[in-house]
């Protein structure tokens, strides 16, 4: 049985899965994964990178100056996205044994609606 994905390390992998990006594109990208719910900060996301870099899930892709600064790209590795499609299917299919216990009624309903009892 695999451990449970931690959700900042989710996050940055499905936001590596589309494209490599730098560390603010990581940021802004989990935010709108999350629905604005999950902001990273530099130091969580940063710290977060070089776990995952150790781990194989993530690697440096490039690295460019913009404005001075230097910028250096991630990308997902086929290891990271290997674990990201596991978590993936994990989450499925607990959704799938919730949506099931809930039923049409709460499914498929007005929304706000609860069924009668």
């Known amino acids: 049985m695999s451990r449970q994905m931690q959700e900042p390390t989710f996050l940055i992998l499905t936001a590596l899965a589309a ?4 560390g603010y594109g990581i940021m802004c990208d989990a935010e709108l994964i999350s629905d604005g719910r999950v902001r990273l900060r530099a130091g969580t996301l ?4 070089d776990r995952l870099q ?11 100056v913009v404005d001075g600064r ?3 790209y991630y990308r997902l590795t086929d290891d990271g996205a290997a674990a990201l499609a596991a978590e ?3 989450l499925r299919r607990r959704a799938e ?21």
């Open 54 to 64: 150790a781990d194989g899930l993530v690697a440096a892709d490039r690295e460019e």
């Open 88 to 90: 993936v299917e994990r």
């Open 70 to 72: 230097l910028r250096r």
């Open 19 to 22: 494209r490599p990006q730098h």
């Open 46 to 49: 940063y710290a977060a990178l």
């Open 97 to 117: 044994a919730a949506a099931a216990r809930l039923g049409p009624a709460w499914l498929g309903g007005a929304q706000g609606a609860s069924p009668a009892v």
